[in-house]
Each structure stands twice: as structure tokens, then as C-alpha cells.
């Protein structure tokens, strides 16, 4: 390693020596080695108290994580709620997790102290404390997917970090790291060691300013850190910090200066922030995850981890871990069908050993052993398929297994409310198959409350329960039954999901009830408002007042008619169900008013409608029909001068024209006269013009079909409109016609069939009935086809 950076002269700013009384031991989070040598410098200095980078409201966890029942991964999981306003005027909720693997040092510090009987606490600010000195997207304000306290980007992404695996003919800086740290630094002592972590960690530190480290809240968080450990050394005479290496600097020229200042913290409840302990998963502890901090491939390094803890001499402990890793690769290969020889395998392991001799590495790592299966197991080109072998390997160096916490009396309290609502519906959350349960709605005691109860996992987001059937209310379907049936079965995401929404509330009911009235403050669209309003129903969750002034506020604002029309048609469905459920839904009618209002007004504008949006346009005006029919009386005046408004425009979509037209015949018959005149008009235009009138006669008869029974009229021009076009044009309409006809009940079609035989004088039940086709006639009209076919193939020959 010395080789490496030539700045040994650099490493000597900060003094490692056991007769000091404060010592500064650098990391890199979950790596193998710095708690292999961390463990070392505790048994060889004897501190009297180890101090550990952490928020320090999370002191009361340190016996949970370091419970002998407590197996990893596992982690600290923070929330905060600005409901005072610190951070920003949008009093946003915040969570993040401090994961701990076997190979985190801050863990092997915690469990070392402990068998030492060596007192450890936490030292950083409390979570909520760096959120708050923590600029806009800056740190865990940044605009990540996920959030971690710990972040180790800088010293994995810093300029420095780019010229040594250039210069190091490295591909990357997990390569360089397990070669020049991982495995070169089992063979050090720890003050080399930790020598070579300051050289390292200083110049990487180089490439920040003074205004980077205060946004970020790295000055904030080291100057409380630092005068925690002031505060130590005047109770101890021996004080070991265990820090993320990039703070190591920063620490020891404020511990070396008076320039400590005491902030003041904020005074916040236990309703606002706190700290619970869950478990964690290797996959979400994987920096390929998306985790900053994470080392890859975890479960391979905790293995690593594993034989130094158990081993004498750490030499050869990642030749044999790597070994471990190809036979489990070989044996999974087998249990896939995947053929790889033992020939292979020891090709593969020639190959990586002879890979680390060409590398200068002393022992085979993680990236020989892939390039050995590559090599080894691959044959012609890499494909896809090809490439399983090296997919099954990382899959077990990552890791499948997920940690659990010993200490039941810490879980989170809505994982404490899930199991205490599954233990009152007497659900079965043990079992490792899926549970099925039928739900009656109506007829059983609880039957409403656990189907409430099972909406609130799906709302949350859980992947605990799915409907397999029962009424849909989003779709409008099977709204006519009384029964639900649910597959169930409690997995990993369902108690990391919980976790994620503990900011949002202590019970499940609170926590979806938070999530709804979020989601409807910041939601711009009628549509998806009127979605949550269905959700909220279902769950059994009553608005608040400033919950339905927010719905309201998103229909005055959305001027999208279809977005509107949508949301109608669910406020309509929450009105009709509201005594079936037995649940007051006020907000329903009140906003179901306020859609018909915007929709009547915007009405006369969809004459000319998008062919994309007819459908639908349609689908609008017949729940407005149907509104205005049953429930509001008083908006049928409006909503028929809409419809007489959009009649009278000059362009018009004709499926739009008939449907409006249809709407009018429904509400009064008189208006027969205006849809006749409307179908003549279509008759005389020129030919596209009638080619319209299919499309006209689609609306009108999905609208009101029974006006084809009062007389003949209608069936007349419906026959003048098919015979005065020519065989393509017929072709043309044939599927609107179809359309057209497809609304009609067996009996109304009977009745046309007859109308339409007292035109030719025929049989109407000869129009009904098809006659059979001769077999022997449809088999000859086959062999002209093709005699055709191949006159026409020889005529087209040179």
C-alpha cells in the first residue's frame, strides 16, 4: 500500500498512539478489515469508553442491536416530522436507516465494548438535529430514492479515488479497495493500518470546500462529535472515537483548538422524532442498491468476517472464503440444470488463483473469482443465458436472508399494531404459504372491519393481502357483491413497509390517514383525488375538514373535463353505497355537485372532441344522465341546455351529436323531431358526410335505442343511408353500423328484424337465422381461389 499514494508524510497529521488519551480510529462503514483491526486497537489500548459515530438519541438501542437474539442485517430506523416548522413551511416527514451487517465496525465496537465491559454510546447529532443544519438537497436532504445516515460517496467517488484506480490498472474503487485495503490490510498492524486510512481519507477530504461540508451538515455534526468527546476525556483517560474516516480531519483539528461551540438543540417530542431498531435485508444492504454506504456483495464479506473472528491467523481467510463461494456457485449451477464439469470448477480455480499472482494480490478476492467463472464457465459468446453462472454467484455473495430483532418490546409501534390486528382477526402470519380468507361484508360482525383492515395493508403499500374477488369500486364492477375473498401472507416487505410509514402515524389507521390527506394536499388532479375519496372509503376513514377543503380546492382548480368526468362517476358510486356500508361519506355529494357544475359549463366544448377521447366523452355524459335522473334533479335544467348548447355548434363529432341528441329523446320523447332532422341531414350531404351518419347512429341508439321501436322512421334512413353508398364505403361504416346495433337487447333486436322485413316483405326470421352453407359448395369456392391464385402468380412472370 505504501507504494500506492506516496503521501506518507500525510498520514502523520494525525497521531495514532496507544499512549495518547483520545484516540481517532478512521472507517470505511461495513468494512471487514476496519473491524478486524478495529476489534485489535480495542484489546490492545483498553479504552474506558468507546465512542461511536451515531445519532445519539439512539443510545437506549445499542442493548437491542447487541442482544444476543438480535440476528443481522439489522438497523436503526430514524423518523422526524417538521411539524414546528425547523426545516421548511412544507412540514414534510423524514425517515432514513442506519443498517449494521457483521463486517460494520460500529457494530464490532458495540459487541466488543460489551464483552469487554467497556461503556459505548452514540456521539452525533440526533437526526432530526442534521436535517435541520442541512441545506436544501444537500446530505439526507438530497432527492434520493433512499435515504441512509451513513454516506461514504466521498471517499468512493472522490478525484483521488479516479487517479488511483487509474494509476492502479483497477476497474473500479471496490476492486481497488478489496485489493489494497481488504486484503493487503489483514497483513498490517493496526497503527499502519489506520496510518494508511488517514492518508487515504485526508486527501480524499481535499476535494471539498468549507461551504460543501456546513450544506451538507458534516461542520455541524463534527463539532458536536468532537465536543462529545471533550466531554469524555474529562471523566476518562482513555477515549477511543470510532468515525467515518472522512471525519477524522475535521475531528482532530477541533479537538486540538478551543473553537468547540455548544449548540443549542431542539426541543421535540417523541410524537416528532424517534428511533426504532428493525430488520434489515443483505439486498437492501448492498450498494447496489443504491445504498451510498453499502459495500457490495454483503453476505461474501460477512462470511470474510465471519473466519477472522474465529481464526488465529487471518491469512488465507479470503483464498478459503472465495473457495466456499465457487463450490456454492457449482452446486447452484447443478440445482439450475446449469452443466458445469468439475473440470470447470477447477479451471475456475486455477484461474483465479493465478489471476491474483498476475495482480500482485497475496490472496484470491471477490472480483478473480468472477473473472475465473467468466473465463471458466462461459463458453462462446456471453449471453444472457450464458451468463447464469455469474448471476447465481453474486446472488449468494449478496445475500438473501433478512436480520429480526430480538427485544419485542422495541419494534415499531405500527408492526406492533399489525400483529395485534392480526391476532384479533385470528389471521395466520406465520406460515411461509399464502393464507386464503373469505370476507361476508355485510352479514358477520368484524367482516367489514377486516376488509377495511386488509384495504389499509394494500393502501400502505405492504404486500401483505390481495383481493382475488369482491366488489371493485374503482372499476364500477361487481359492486352487487357481499363478499370478498383475500390471499394473505406476511413477508419481509410487509414489516419494511410499516417501518417506512411509522413517521406517518402509531397505528395503521392513523399512518393511512396521514398518507391519503398527504396525498390530496399535493395532488393537482379531480380523477385521483375522487381515487383517494375511494380508497379513504373502503379503508373506513372519514375526511377531515381540511381534507375535504383540499379535494374541493382540486376541482376548482383542474380544468382537464375528463379529469372531472371521472371523478364524478367514483363520488356517484361512494353516494350509492354509502347506506349499503353503512358509512356517512359527506364529502361525496358535496364534490360530486361541484363536478357536475365544472362538467356543465365545459359541456358545449366537447362537441369537437379528440377520436381518442369520444368514448370516454360519452361515458361522461351518460353518468351526468343518470345524475341529474336520480339524485340531483336540480341540474337537469342546466345539464339539457349543455346538451342543446353542443347541438348547435357547427363542428361536431357525430358519435358526440347522436349521444347528445340520445340523451335529449331520453329526457323528453318530443324531441324526436331534432334526431330526425339531425339523421336527414346526414342523408343529404355528400358522400363523407354520410358516411358520418353511422357513426351518428352509434350515439344515438347507445343513448336512446328505444327510439327506433315508436316508428318506422329511424329504420328507414337507416336503409337510405346503406343503399346509397357503394360497396367500399359500406365496408367503411360496417363496424360503426355494427356498433350501432350492438346495444340492442334479443327483443329489441326481434322487433327491428321485423321492421326491417315489412320493408322488403320478407321473413323477419329468415334475417335471424343464417342457412347453412353447402360443404361441398364452400370446398369448391376454395380450390377456384386457388386456381386464381395461381394465374395470377404465372401472369406475373417475366
Not at 374541493?552 to 363520488?571: A, K, M, P, Q
Request: aromatic fraction near 10%; charge should be negative; hydrophobic fraction near 35%.
Amino acid at each position: 500500500m505504501d507504494r500506492i499514494s506516496g503521501y506518507s508524510q500525510v498520514s502523520e497529521i494525525i497521531p495514532f498512539d496507544y499512549s495518547q488519551p483520545f484516540l481517532l480510529f478512521p472507517v470505511r462503514h461495513h468494512s471487514p478489515v476496519c473491524s478486524w483491526q478495529l476489534i485489535r486497537a480495542i484489546k490492545e489500548y483498553q479504552p474506558d469508553v468507546i465512542l461511536i459515530e451515531g445519532p445519539e438519541n439512539a443510545n437506549d438501542m445499542i442493548g437491542v442491536l447487541t442482544d444476543e437474539r438480535t440476528k443481522l442485517p439489522a438497523a436503526f430506523y430514524y423518523y422526524y416530522k417538521d411539524r414546528k416548522k425547523f426545516i421548511s413551511d412544507e412540514a414534510e416527514d423524514y425517515k432514513c436507516y442506519y443498517p449494521f451487517i457483521y463486517t460494520s465496525p460500529e457494530y464490532n465496537a458495540l459487541k466488543t465494548a460489551a464483552a469487554m465491559g467497556i461503556e459505548a454510546r452514540f456521539i452525533d447529532l440526533p437526526y432530526s438535529e442534521i436535517l435541520i443544519t442541512t441545506a436544501e438537497n444537500k446530505g439526507l436532504r438530497s432527492n434520493k430514492d433512499k435515504h441512509s445516515y451513513t454516506d461514504d460517496s466521498r471517499l468512493i467517488y472522490s478525484k483521488f479515488c479516479k487517479k488511483l484506480c487509474e494509476k492502479t490498472d483497477l476497474r473500479t474503487f471496490e476492486e481497488f479497495w478489496e485489493k489494497y485495503f481488504e486484503i493487503e490490510g489483514l497483513r498490517l498492524s493496526v497503527q499502519d493500518f489506520v496510518q494508511q486510512m488517514y492518508t487515504y481519507c485526508i486527501i480524499s477530504r481535499n476535494d471539498e470546500t468549507e461551504d460543501d461540508l456546513a450544506a451538507d451538515g458534516t461542520l455541524a455534526r463534527e463539532n458536536h462529535m468532537a465536543l462529545r468527546i471533550k466531554e469524555a476525556l474529562k471523566d476518562n483517560k482513555k477515549v477511543l472515537a470510532v468515525t467515518g474516516g472522512f471525519h477524522s480531519l475535521g475531528l482532530y483539528e477541533l479537538l486540538k483548538s478551543d473553537n468547540i461551540q455548544k449548540e443549542k438543540l431542539h426541543k421535540l417530542s417523541q410524537k416528532d422524532e424517534g428511533c426504532f431498531p428493525v430488520a434489515y435485508s443483505y439486498e437492501a444492504a448492498d450498494a447496489l442498491s443504491g445504498y451510498a454506504s453499502g459495500i457490495q456483495r454483503p453476505y461474501f464479506y460477512d462470511c470474510v468476517m465471519n473466519k477472522l473472528i474465529h481464526c488465529d491467523d487471518p491469512a488465507g481467510v479470503y483464498s478459503d472464503t472465495v473457495l466456499d463461494l465457487l463450490i456454492g456457485t457449482v452446486r447452484a449451477c447443478d440445482k439450475h440444470d446449469i452443466p458445469v464439469s468439475m473440470a470447470d470448477a477447477s479451471a475456475a480455480q486455477s484461474m483465479m488463483s493465478g489471476l491474483a499472482a498476475l495482480r500482485g494480490c497475496h490472496e484470491c478476492g471477490l472480483y478473480e473469482l468472477e473473472d475465473a467463472i467468466t473465463s471458466s464457465f462461459i463458453k462462446g459468446e456471453k449471453t444472457i443465458s450464458s451468463a447464469l453462472p455469474i448471476d447465481i454467484m453474486h446472488k449468494l455473495a449478496t445475500g438473501d436472508k433478512t436480520g429480526h430483532i430480538g427485544d419485542i418490546n422495541h419494534v415499531s409501534p405500527l408492526i406492533a399494531d399489525f400483529e395485534e390486528q392480526c391476532k384479533r382477526f385470528r389471521l395466520k402470519i406465520k406460515t411461509v404459504t399464502p393464507n386464503k380468507t373469505e370476507v361476508s361484508l355485510f352479514t358477520t360482525a368484524n367482516g367489514m372491519e377486516l376488509s377495511r383492515f386488509f384495504h389499509r395493508m394494500v393502501f400502505l403499500g405492504t404486500d401483505f393481502a390481495q383481493r382475488t374477488k369482491g366488489p371493485d369500486l374503482h372499476r364500477r364492477k361487481d359492486r352487487s357483491r357481499v363478499r370478498e375473498e383475500w390471499v394473505y401472507k406476511k413477508v419481509p416487505a410487509t414489516d419494511v413497509a410499516l417501518i417506512d410509514h411509522t413517521a406517518d402515524g402509531f397505528t395503521i389507521e392513523e399512518a393511512c390517514r396521514t398518507c391519503a390527506s398527504r396525498t390530496l394536499r399535493h395532488e393537482k388532479h379531480c380523477d385521483v383525488a375522487a381515487h383517494i375519496l375511494v380508497d379513504c372509503f373502503q379503508m373506513g376513514l372519514e375526511l377531515s375538514d381540511d381534507d375535504k377543503a383540499c379535494a374541493e380546492n382540486i376541482l376548482n382548480s383542474d380544468g382537464d373535463f375528463f379529469s372531472v368526468g371521472r371523478g364524478l362517476r367514483h363520488f356517484i358510486t361512494l353516494m350509492e353505497l354509502q347506506q349499503l356500508y353503512n358509512t356517512e361519506f359527506s364529502a361525496a355529494e358535496n364534490c360530486a355537485k361541484r363536478c357536475m357544475t365544472r362538467i356543465i359549463t365545459a359541456l358545449p366544448d366537447m362537441a369537437s372532441v379528440k377520436d381518442d377521447h369520444i368514448a370516454e366523452c360519452a361515458a361522461i355524459m351518460y353518468a351526468m344522465q343518470k345524475a341529474v335522473t336520480d339524485g340531483f334533479r336540480e341540474y337537469r335544467q342546466d345539464y339539457e341546455n349543455a346538451l342543446l348548447s353542443l347541438c348547435g355548434k357547427s363542428d361536431k363529432d357525430p358519435f358526440v351529436y347522436g349521444t347528445a341528441l340520445g340523451i335529449l329523446y331520453a329526457f323528453d320523447p318530443h324531441r324526436r323531431k331534432l334526431a330526425e332532422q339531425a339523421m336527414s341531414s346526414y342523408l343529404k350531404g355528400d358522400r363523407n358526410v354520410q358516411i358520418q351518419g353511422a357513426e351518428f347512429l352509434h350515439g344515438l341508439f347507445n343513448a336512446a335505442r328505444d327510439i327506433i321501436m315508436t316508428d318506422d322512421s329511424f329504420i328507414r334512413m337507416t336503409d337510405t343511408l346503406i343503399c346509397g353508398l357503394d360497396y367500399d364505403d359500406f365496408i367503411e361504416i360496417l363496424p360503426s353500423m355494427k356498433l350501432a346495433f350492438s346495444c340492442f337487447t334479443p327483443y329489441e333486436i326481434q322487433q327491428t328484424a321485423t321492421a326491417v322485413a315489412k320493408l322488403y316483405d320478407a321473413d323477419s326470421a329468415e334475417l335471424l337465422v343464417e342457412k347453412p352453407i353447402n360443404e361441398r359448395l364452400y370446398s369448391f369456392g376454395g380450390e377456384i381461389d386457388k386456381e386464381i391464385v395461381k394465374l395470377l402468380s404465372e401472369e406475373e412472370k417475366p
